[in-house]
């Protein structure tokens, strides 16, 4: 018997594990994915999803609510895309050193994420109102999924990946690759850096080591492992993407540094090995409204990306020694992950997918992930859960 999620985003104590605090934050969609978190200049927790009926229709725009500081309950959702021509995903919230609050998001034609640009809205007030949307990405196939990282010497430093296929085909993501953008003055320009030998490797990921070195951990297509690369002069260059120990079923994932110095790690502890079944791509439950030639042209492939690899658990991983090991791994939430449909009207989806995850002024932690794509669901996580 298939149960209604209680969506009035009061944040209540788990009932078998009071160290947990979670949520359902409020959405009138029938379909939420992809939620990013941030801390709003002023304090107050945001998180920013997209939603609407399933993902690459033309009715998924992108939503924004937050928690503000001192209260248990988040607020009603605002729209902040609208575009009735495109899909409007993967949203990332950017505080700018300057106090600006940047929201970044995707936005392709039906489920061709070859076809996706970049568009960005601007507060200056901290989310309470925004600027109009415009394009600050406009190379057909750029995708995004996570957040900026501002280096002590200014540098601003956003993981993209392109979305590229051959001609006369749809997108797959079998020849996708990492590219670092970098910019050395506000966001107004960007330098690519190209992550070697990449293809397969997205959802960038980065932060960095006690020493000098940026880390960057990053999804995998083939759902085999989770794959890092390192950067010792500030992501201009990149060594090449190699597996860690670490599962990865191809779904998102989000690493953040504490302040203690450790790494935290949240993902899907899964991968293809866990599958019983395989899906031909990720829209291919719904009708392609456009016809038109990929824009961005990929050499013949030599592997296939794997899609239906069940996205569950949601596990938390720490590593003290810089991403080298990973000796604390502990499951947040369980469940089959079922994904070889999107449908959340029907509500056959089971995923809990696309974590994302922050360490608050208080020192615990801050998470949010899709719950069976009908719903954002908030676990903040007291800090002696995850000691090691």
């Not at 070697?196 to 980065?206: D, E, N, R, Y």
Request: hydrophobic share 35%.
């Amino acid at each position: 018997m298939k149960t209604s999620l209680v969506l009035d985003g009061q944040m209540r104590p788990r009932a078998d594990d009071p160290a947990l605090l979670e949520a359902f934050i409020p959405s009138p969609c029938k379909q939420n994915h992809a939620a990013n978190l941030m801390v709003l200049p002023g304090g107050d927790l945001g998180c920013v999803w997209f939603g609407g009926t399933q993902e690459g229709m033309s009715d998924i725009s992108v939503y924004f609510s937050r928690l503000a500081q001192g209260t248990s309950v988040w607020s009603a959702p605002v729209k902040l895309s609208d575009d009735p021509t495109r899909s409007e995903q993967n949203p990332i919230l950017f505080p700018t050193p300057e106090g600006e609050l940047w929201l970044l998001y995707t936005s392709q034609r039906a489920g061709n994420q070859d076809t996706a640009i970049v568009r960005r809205r601007i507060s200056t007030d901290s989310g309470r109102t925004w600027g109009p949307a415009e394009v600050l990405i406009d190379t057909p196939g750029t995708f995004v999924r996570q957040p900026l990282t501002v280096l002590p010497n200014g540098d601003w430093l956003l993981p993209s990946f392109l979305c590229r296929t051959l001609p006369g085909t749809k997108w797959s993501g079998d020849d996708d690759i990492s590219v670092l953008k970098i910019s050395r003055d506000r966001g107004r320009s960007w330098q690519d850096h190209v992550v070697p030998s990449s293809v397969g490797c997205v959802h960038m990921s980065i932060v960095a080591t006690r020493g000098e070195e940026l880390l960057a951990l990053f999804r995998s297509r083939w759902a085999d492992f989770i794959h890092e690369s390192r950067s010792f002069d500030g992501g201009q260059t990149w060594s090449i993407p190699r597996p860690t120990t670490l599962p990865n079923n191809n779904s998102s994932i989000q690493a953040s540094r504490l302040a203690d110095g450790r790494i935290a790690l949240i993902f899907n502890n899964s991968s293809a090995r866990n599958a019983s079944d395989r899906r031909l791509s990720l829209y291919d439950e719904i009708e392609d409204e456009d016809n038109s030639a990929p824009l961005l042209v990929a050499p013949a492939p030599g592997r296939k990306a794997f899609w239906g690899a069940p996205r569950a658990p949601i596990t938390l991983a720490i590593s003290a020694d810089d991403g080298h090991s990973w000796a604390f791994m502990r499951d947040l939430e369980l469940g089959d992950g079922f994904c070889m449909t999107n449908n959340s009207i029907d509500k056959q989806n089971r995923e809990l997918s696309y974590p994302s995850i922050l360490q608050n002024n208080s020192g615990d932690l801050d998470v949010a992930f899709t719950y069976h794509r009908q719903a954002i669901k908030h676990i903040r996580i007291a800090s002696h859960w995850f000691d090691m």
